[in-house]
């Protein structure tokens, strides 16, 4: 069974500043692992994922994310905040590309003028 | 750009009452799934659809629910007798490759 644990429900940046989303998962088997950006009132998109090719991946928006095997971790970065990024995060797993998800709890991202 | 719609937005009910919370996939995709988000929860896994049988469920997906294709462009989850831990945001979702999500049905159980 697959899970993914998110590290800190709420984060706050100032605009231009660095985003840091933590995600550590949990899978019996190699994962795929997943980014989901869901803003208010709307449904999930993705942002990147990770399928066992290269390590670091880049996804929409400026968003990046590194698969770290050895820290069972997949922690999503973005250089420099923008007032769009306010949203809610989302870290998922899977066992493969198109079984059922797994979602970690969610982190919502404010960004201060 | 081809999306997952559902309708409808938003579906407020009486306890005990049928709802049918319908979502149309992107047209080739061959797998499909319902989530669930209760407020302020994670979202959770409730079923995959594939070659018109159920895939996978999960606990949360009891004898109250059950899915269907009818057509071969619809997919639809019913809920046989709501209850009040019903209430929530419904996904849908549909892959070939990865998954992509519709906008939800928000169902309100009274």
């Known amino acids: 069974a697959q899970s993914v644990t998110q590290l800190g429900s709420h984060v706050s940046v100032s605009e231009g500043a660095l985003v840091l989303l933590r995600c550590n998962y949990s899978?019996?088997?190699?994962?795929?692992l997943f980014w989901y950006v869901q803003y208010p009132n709307q449904g999930l998109q993705l942002l990147l994922k990770y399928t066992s090719a290269a390590t670091l991946v880049k996804g929409i928006n400026g968003f990046e994310a590194e698969f770290k095997k050895s820290e069972t971790s997949f922690h999503l970065t973005k250089p420099s905040a923008h007032m769009s990024d306010a949203a809610e995060y989302f870290c998922a797993v899977s066992e493969r590309n198109d079984y059922k998800l797994s979602f970690g709890a969610g982190t919502t991202v404010t960004v201060r003028a | 750009e081809p999306e997952v719609t559902q309708t409808p937005s938003h579906q407020v009910t009486q306890m005990g009452q049928e709802v049918i919370l319908r979502c149309v996939p992107i047209?080739?995709?061959?797998?499909f799934y319902w989530y669930r988000q209760i407020l302020g929860q994670k979202v959770e896994f409730l079923v995959s659809?594939?070659?018109?049988?159920?895939?996978?469920k999960s606990e949360i997906f009891d004898d109250q629910f059950s899915v269907e294709r009818p057509d071969g462009s619809n997919f639809t989850l019913k809920i046989r007798s709501t209850k009040l831990e019903d209430s929530a945001m419904y996904f849908c979702?549909?892959?070939?490759?990865?998954?992509?999500f519709g906008p939800g049905t928000r169902l309100t159980v009274l």
């Open positions: 047209s080739n995709h061959l797998y």
């Open positions: 979702a549909s892959s070939e490759i990865e998954q992509f």
């Open positions: 659809f594939y070659n018109n049988e159920i895939s996978e």
């Open positions: 899978s019996s088997v190699p994962p795929y």
